[in-house]
């Protein structure tokens, strides 16, 4: 199990922005693929954007074109920019790191609400 430490949840209201912010151990960021899940109220996780080593990244057709994952390598961190938020991508966002096996932040909420 990779520990993974989350920030930048909050709330903010319809069409604001956040960035949420992963950092990972040094010696297995550069091996794992990185990610970022959400749950919302009453349904199942599900992936919002996953980038590999190679900077190769998959978003979710229901954030494309709004969010954006990156990773800095040189600070062991992985990024979600978040712009133009709705409503329904209110949730708790977790940070995944992947190579065989799952593992998990703690998880961040994330508020979108007048």
């Known amino acids: 199990q990779v520990q993974l430490v989350e920030s930048g949840g909050g709330l903010v209201p319809p069409g604001g922005s956040l960035r949420l912010s992963c950092v990972a151990p040094?010696?297995?960021?550069?091996?794992?693929?990185m990610g970022w899940y959400r749950q919302a109220p009453g349904k199942q996780r599900e992936l919002v954007a996953t980038?590999?080593?190679?900077?190769?990244?998959n978003v979710a057709d229901s954030v494309k074109g709004r969010f954006t994952i990156s990773r800095d390598n040189a600070r062991n961190t992985v990024y979600l920019q978040m712009d133009s938020l709705k409503p329904e991508d209110t949730g708790v966002y977790y940070c995944?790191?992947?190579?065989?096996?799952?593992?998990w932040g703690q998880g961040i909420q994330v508020t979108v609400s007048s």
């Open positions: 995944n790191a992947y190579r065989g096996y799952d593992s």
């Open positions: 040094q010696n297995i960021f550069r091996l794992y693929r």
């Open positions: 980038i590999l080593t190679t900077d190769k990244t």
